[in-house]
C-alpha cells in the first residue's frame, strides 16, 4: 500500500497581504481529503509565520522555499534553518529549478542547503531534473544519477530518509523558460524517472531507505491531470506551482490526487 502522498504548493513569489487571508479562508483544511495525505503550504517568508500559526491544531504543514546553510551571521538577506524551525515550518525547498537558473545554485549549494535544514530537524524538498537539451539528448538517466549522488553528499541514513525529492523536468514547469512553450509530461516517462531515483537512493543507502523516501512530481500539474501523475507506483506526491495559487484550484489537486492514489 502507498503511504499517504505528500501535497506540496509551493506559491513562489506569489500572493499578498490579504490575497493570503483570502486563500486561508478558502482553503477547508477540514476536507477529508486533506487528512488522507501531507498537505504542505509554502509561502514567501514574510507568511511563514501566519502559515504556522494557522496551520496549528490542522493536518496543514508549512514550508519555507529557501534557507541559507550557515546558522546565524552577517548574512544580509538571508534566513537559517534555526530561524526558521523557531516559527513552526517543518519542511524547506532546496534547489529549485528556478534559484538553480535565476541565482545560480550549484549541487554543491543544494547540498550545504540541504543538509543545514536536516541539522535543524527541518525535511528539506531537493529539487532536481534534466533541462530541455540534456532530455533531446538523450541525457536524463545520467543527468538524474549525478544529481542524486551529489545532493546527497554526507547526508547520512538516518536523515536520507526524511528527505523529500521533487524531480523538475525542467521543460515541463509551466513557468519555464527553457521552451518556447512548457511541453506536457507524461505520467509515464514521470514514472521511469521517478523509478530510477528510487533506484538510485537504494544503491546509495539500502531498499528500507528506497521505500521510505518520498519522491514528488514537480512538473506541472492541476486538478485536470494530477489523478493520472498519482496512479503511478513511484510517484508519492506533487510539488504544485500554477495550481496552488487559488485554494479552490488546490484544493481540487488535493481531492484528485488523494482519489487516485
Ligand atoms: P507549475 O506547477 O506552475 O508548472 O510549477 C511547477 C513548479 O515549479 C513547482 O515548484
Known amino acids: ?54 496551520a496549528k491544531g490542522t493536518g496543514l504543514a508549512v514550508g519555507a522555499q529557501d534557507l541559507y546553510w ?10 537559517s534553518g534555526k530561524q526558521l524551525i523557531d516559527i513552526g515550518c517543518q519542511f524547506v525547498i532546496v534547489g529549485h529549478s528556478e534559484r538553480r537558473k535565476l541565482f545560480g545554485e550549484t549541487d554543491e549549494v543544494v547540498n550545504a542547503k540541504a543538509l543545514s535544514a536536516l541539522q535543524y530537524r527541518l525535511r528539506p524538498i531537493i529539487c532536481f531534473g534534466e533541462n530541455y537539451k540534456e532530455k533531446e539528448e538523450g541525457q ?9 549522488r551529489e545532493n546527497f553528499k554526507d547526508i547520512r541514513s538516518t536523515d536520507a530518509r526524511k528527505v523529500v525529492i521533487a524531480y523538475e523536468p525542467l521543460w515541463a514547469i509551466s513557468t519555464s523558460t527553457e521552451v518556447e512553450e512548457p511541453i506536457a509530461d507524461s505520467p509515464e516517462s514521470a514514472q521511469v524517472v521517478h523509478k530510477l531515483i528510487r533506484k538510485t537512493v537504494a544503491e546509495l543507502y539500502d531498499d528500507n531507505v528506497a521505500k521510505e523516501i518520498r519522491i514528488a512530481y514537480g512538473g506541472s500539474v492541476d486538478s485536470s491531470n494530477v489523478a493520472s501523475f498519482a496512479a503511478m507506483d513511484d510517484i508519492d506526491g506533487v510539488l504544485v506551482g500554477g495550481a496552488s495559487k487559488e485554494a479552490s484550484s488546490f484544493q481540487s489537486v488535493v481531492s484528485e490526487f488523494v482519489e487516485k492514489n
Open 70 to 79: 550557515e546558522d546565524k551571521g552577517a548574512y544580509t538577506g538571508e534566513i
Open 140 to 148: 536524463t538517466k545520467k543527468v538524474i544519477v549525478d544529481k542524486v
Open 1 to 54: 500500500m502507498k503511504q499517504k502522498p505528500l501535497i506540496i504548493a509551493n506559491w513562489k513569489m506569489n500572493l499578498a497581504g490579504s490575497e493570503v487571508d483570502r486563500w486561508l479562508e478558502k482553503f477547508d483544511a477540514n476536507d477529508p481529503a486533506v487528512s488522507q495525505a501531507n498537505v504542505i503550504i509554502c509561502p514567501s517568508f514574510v507568511f511563514l509565520e501566519k502559515l504556522a500559526h494557522h
